[in-house]
């Protein structure tokens, strides 16, 4: 019971650490990024920051939930999918639909991509054999 508490309380932290890092990228930061508002320059920069705070959250998530591994990054993974799935299907995503296809996908590979950094950087993850 005490695992699956600190892990939600993981995932809810990381989670939020992402949301607030992206909402001050795209929104503070770059001055409001979309589609149809944000030259090319600023949609790339706008991506890979976004990814970077994919993988932070990600970070935040693993470290606190201690040996849960993978999970919190696959429930943060599930939630984008969800979330992309609720703009979409409302009408509410700005741009076409390849380019929040794109985004959401580039932030699910991102959260995996610091969650797996996280975990191979402190040891938590057994390492293959590099005989074979």
């Known amino acids: 019971m005490k695992k699956a508490l600190r892990t939600t309380a993981a995932i809810v932290v990381g989670y939020a650490a992402m949301v607030i890092l992206i909402t001050l990228v795209q929104e503070t930061w770059l001055g409001g990024v979309g ?7 600023i949609l790339a920069l706008a991506g890979f920051l976004t990814a970077v705070s994919g993988a932070i959250g990600a ?15 696959f429930v943060m993974s599930s939630l984008i999918v969800l979330e992309t799935t609720a703009l979409v ?15 959401a996908s580039s932030l699910i590979i991102a959260i995996l991509f610091g969650a797996e950094l996280f975990l191979r950087l402190t040891g938590s993850t057994p390492r293959q054999s590099s005989a074979g």
């Open 35 to 41: 589609w149809h508002e944000s030259p090319l320059d």
């Open 89 to 103: 299907l409302t009408g509410k995503a700005s741009g076409p639909l390849w380019f929040d296809l794109l985004a």
């Open 59 to 73: 970070i935040i998530a693993t470290a606190l939930s201690r040996s849960c591994g993978r999970i919190p990054a």
